[in-house]
Nanobody, 124 residues
Framework: QVQLVESGGGLVQAGGSLRLSCVAS????????VGWFRQGPGKEREFVAG????????RFAGSVKGRFTISKDNDKSAVYLQMMSLKPEDTAVYYC?????????????????WGQGTQVTVSS
């Protein structure tokens, strides 16, 4: 079974940028869809972005569209979430997760397994 490890979180001021990484071990991302989700304090886990290894356009939540990008590196079995123009409301634990197939649903229940998460804190 694939294991996922996120990294790249940290503390940043509003307007700053961070790049999160999700690296797979155990097997590659081939034939998977990878999603990024986040869970803020007292909030439910929500979809942020997703990308299919089969190709096609990535998918973004409306709240991050135009500020976040998602990319993948086949050789490194890694998916990256580049976050720009960060806002305090982006503060959350960010998780990556996988699912088989090429579609990109937004419901976290459609994904698994999950990584352990990485904390992103945006100060005002």
């Amino acid at each position: 079974q694939v294991q996922l490890v996120e990294s790249g979180g940290g503390l940043v001021q509003a307007g700053g940028s961070l790049r999160l990484s999700c690296v797979a071990s155990g097997r590659t991302f081939i034939s998977f869809t990878v999603g990024w989700f986040r869970q803020g304090p007292g909030k439910e886990r929500e979809f942020v972005a997703g990308i299919s290894w089969a190709g096609g356009s990535p998918r973004f939540a409306g709240s991050v569209k135009g500020r976040f990008t998602i990319s993948k590196d086949n050789d490194k079995s890694a998916v990256y979430l580049q976050m720009m123009s960060l806002k305090p409301e982006d503060t959350a634990v960010y998780y990556c997760a996988v699912r088989g197939g090429s579609d990109i649903p937004v419901d976290p229940r459609d994904f698994g397994p999950w990584g352990q998460g990485t904390q992103v804190t945006v100060s005002s």
